[in-house]
Antibody, heavy 118, light 111 residues
Framework: EVQLLGSGGGLVQPGGSLRLSCEAS????????MTWVRQAPGKGLEWVSS???????TYADSVKGRLTISRDNSKNTLYLQMNSLRAEDTAVYYC????????????WGQGILVTVSS | NFMLTQPHSVSESPGKTVTISCTGS????????VQWFQQRPGSAPTTVIY?????PSGVPDRFSGSIDSSSNSASLTISGLKTEDEADYYC??????????FGGGTKLTVL
């Protein structure tokens, strides 16, 4: 059974940092593209970032230079390092499993709440 | 920039068939796979269609997806509507720079 277990959210002040984690199980993690998606309160889904198997990364313009996606295939874990956080980064963050060659396919994590507020 | 546009809301009666459209602009929708996600209130999204027209295990065959290159659009069709299908539905794809794009979402009401 595929599972994506997210952790690391919470309340952080503007300008602060946070690291989200997503531990994967039930599939060969190192073979698949992984993606972060977020959803601000009352809003739609927004693609944040994807990371391919060799480590190639892509980012939404709204997060470039502040959020960094990474993966540790030995730990089956996906990360999102979030720096210089802004109020508009407040959202539920989802990790999601992609296909072997593209970023979003068939399984989602439960969501991690990040609140940026003073 | 590649964008996907969905109707804000659709409604239909139980047992009927509804189709939700997803129109691409700024690029060809056929260039990359289209996915469809269902999101019920307070829950994480789940995939109902991937790779244009494939259903994950466990998704009933009442859900189907298609691509129409002539209109540069994708469609999600749900037949035999059930009240449990009431949810928000999002189409999604990637542009040629491998950057993700979501449609704005469609609220499906089954009444």
């Amino acid at each position: 059974e595929v599972q994506l277990l997210g952790s690391g959210g919470g309340l952080v002040q503007p300008g602060g940092s946070l690291r989200l984690s997503c531990e994967a199980s039930g599939f060969s993690f190192s073979d698949y593209v992984m993606t972060w998606v977020r959803q601000a309160p009352g809003k739609g889904l927004e693609w944040v970032s994807s990371i391919r198997v060799p480590g190639t990364t892509t980012y939404a313009d709204s997060v470039k230079g502040r959020l960094t996606i990474s993966r540790d295939n030995s730990k089956n874990t996906l990360y999102l390092q979030m720096n210089s956080l802004r109020a508009e980064d407040t959202a539920v963050y989802y990790c999601a499993k992609g296909g072997r060659s593209y970023g979003l396919k068939d399984f989602w994590g439960q969501g991690i709440l990040v609140t940026v507020s003073s | 920039n590649f964008m996907l546009t969905q109707p804000h809301s659709v409604s239909e009666s139980p047992g009927k068939t509804v189709t939700i459209s997803c129109t691409g602009s700024g690029g060809s929708i056929a260039s990359n796979y289209v996915q469809w996600f269902q999101q019920r209130p307070g829950s994480a999204p789940t995939t109902v269609i991937y790779e244009d027209n494939q259903r994950p295990s466990g998704v009933p065959d009442r859900f189907s997806g298609s691509i129409d290159s002539s209109s540069n659009s994708a469609s999600l069709t749900i037949s035999g509507l059930k009240t449990e299908d009431e949810a928000d539905y999002y189409c999604q794809s990637f542009d040629n720079n491998n950057e993700g794009v979501f449609g704005g979402g469609t609220k499906l009401t089954v009444l």
